[in-house]
């Protein structure tokens, strides 16, 4: 069945530091892939999507490039923020409609 | 606010009641999903409606779990005969259809047993 894998937590980074967060999939057929993100005491939100191979979903700074021949989706940043500290998952959707998530990853911002 | 929302935001039961949640969804949104989210693990789906059709049910939830979508609108979320192993976060999302699948999640439903 379709799944998703991530990178372990947590991740500590200073400000202004790179950020990538890697995330592979299995899945039959063309999924769209999902990262989102929960702030602390809140819900999921959308950060950014892709829909087809080599689609580039971009949003706040970040990016991720759906990567069929790889199987992957990584999450990156360029200089990550304080309010970046956040949880991170990725997730898949195919036309079975259910979403299936990646176990999350911890990000902490350290200023 | 015209996003999900989702009552009540926590619930605190003892073992053997039955609780119920709530989640109102976006309203243009015909598609409505329910997850299980547990301690640093990502949402599992639980079941999914197009309008008031329960279209789809994942094998966790079991036959003390019933959902339902009575008007296309709201929808309720019922554990009867809780146990502790049902604690977890409960969170409702909806979504638009017509070829997008899109889901917007509402603050959840945390639930302790004990």
């Known amino acids: 069945g379709n799944s998703v894998t991530q990178m372990e937590g947590p991740v500590t980074l200073s400000e202004e530091a790179f950020l990538t967060i890697n995330c592979t999939y299995t899945?039959?057929?063309?999924?769209?892939l999902f990262w989102y993100v929960q702030y602390p005491g809140e819900g999921l939100q959308l950060l950014l999507k892709a829909t087809k191979a080599d689609d580039k979903g971009s949003n706040k700074g970040f990016e991720a490039t759906y990567r069929k021949e790889t199987t992957s989706f990584h999450l990156e940043k360029g200089s990550v923020q304080v309010s970046d500290s956040a949880v991170y998952f990725c997730a898949l959707s195919d036309q079975s409609n259910d979403m299936r998530f990646g176990a999350g990853t911890r990000l902490t911002v350290k200023p | 606010d015209t996003g999900v929302s989702q009552n009540p935001r926590h619930k605190i039961t003892k073992r053997g009641q039955n609780v119920t949640f709530r989640c109102d969804p976006i309203s243009e949104h015909n598609r409505l999903y329910w997850y299980r989210q547990t301690l640093g693990q990502g949402p599992e789906f639980l079941t999914y409606f197009q309008n008031e059709a329960q279209l789809e049910k994942s094998r966790l939830l079991s036959d003390r779990f019933s959902a339902e979508r009575p008007k296309g609108s709201f929808s309720t979320l019922e554990i009867q005969r809780t146990e502790q192993g049902d604690s977890a976060m409960y969170l409702c999302?909806?979504?638009?259809?017509?070829?997008?699948?899109?889901?917007?999640f509402g603050p959840g439903t945390r639930l302790t047993v004990l």
């Open positions: 999302a909806s979504g638009p259809g017509q070829g997008s699948n899109e889901q917007f």
């Open positions: 899945a039959t057929g063309y999924p769209s």
